[in-house]
């Protein structure tokens, strides 16, 4: 069964304090590792896609990086409107997912002090 | 690109009445949809899988016959909630899937209250 861990459930920082977020996964097959965004409220953003070990994006102050166990979130020098749960998605391969679906983590509260 | 939209984005409803939402991709075409629905402080749980011109596979759990998806077309699918009760409410997202990528891009969402 395919499981999605993130870690920690909720993250403090001040503004300017750079950190990591953790999503830890096991999965038959990786197609592909997701992240998003969601404020309160309103549906998930989609920020970045991993396919590989090894591979990493980056977008403003977010870098997001994989390895064959887990995927970090690096978030440099945020900023209070950062402050958001982030979300961590894998979707497996082959046949046993031909729907595509996403298997989500439970998320990292992320909140940026001024 | 990639704008997924849902309607409406707040509904209050009676108990025993019925309820749609749409979810439409504006700017791709979406093979497959998904609907999900999140409690609060609480991450996004599967409902249903949707794909144009099929019957939607549906997740251990969910009722079929309470929770009506149609995917019509390659840009619009609905969500009926039949005889809603005050433990439906709840908020339901949609997202679809781009007929070229894996990535699924999601609605702003759906707060339904049955009252």
């Known amino acids: 069964e395919d499981q999605v861990t993130q870690s920690p459930e909720a993250l403090r920082l001040q503004e300017g304090e750079s950190s990591s977020l953790n999503c830890s996964y096991t999965?038959?097959?990786?197609?592909?590792l997701f992240w998003y965004r969601q404020d309160p409220g309103k549906g998930p953003e989609f920020l970045f896609t991993?396919?590989?070990a090894g591979e990493e994006k980056e977008k403003e102050r977010l870098k997001a990086t994989l390895t064959k166990k887990e995927s970090f979130l690096h978030i440099t020098a945020p900023k209070p409107e950062d402050s958001a749960t982030y979300l961590c998605a894998v979707q497996a391969g082959g046949v046993n997912n031909a729907g595509n679906m996403l298997t989500f983590g439970g998320g990292t509260r992320l909140m940026v002090k001024p | 690109g990639a704008v997924v939209s849902q309607h409406p984005s707040r509904v209050i409803c009676k108990s025993g009445t019925s309820v749609k939402i749409e979810c439409r991709s504006l700017?791709?075409?979406?093979?497959?949809m998904f609907w999900y629905r999140q409690f609060p402080k609480q991450s996004l749980m599967l409902m249903a899988t949707s794909n144009e011109g099929s019957k939607a596979t549906y997740e251990q759990g969910v009722e079929k016959d309470k929770f009506l998806i149609n995917h019509a077309s390659l840009t619009l699918s609905t969500l009926t909630v039949t005889s809603a009760h005050p433990e439906d409410s709840s908020f339901y997202i949609c997202?679809?899937?781009?007929?070229?990528?894996?990535?699924?891009?999601f609605g702003p969402g759906t707060r339904l209250t049955v009252t």
């Open positions: 999965v038959s097959g990786l197609r592909g």
């Open positions: 700017d791709f075409q979406a093979t497959t």
């Open positions: 991993l396919y590989s």
């Open positions: 997202s679809a899937r781009h007929s070229h990528s894996y990535e699924q891009y």
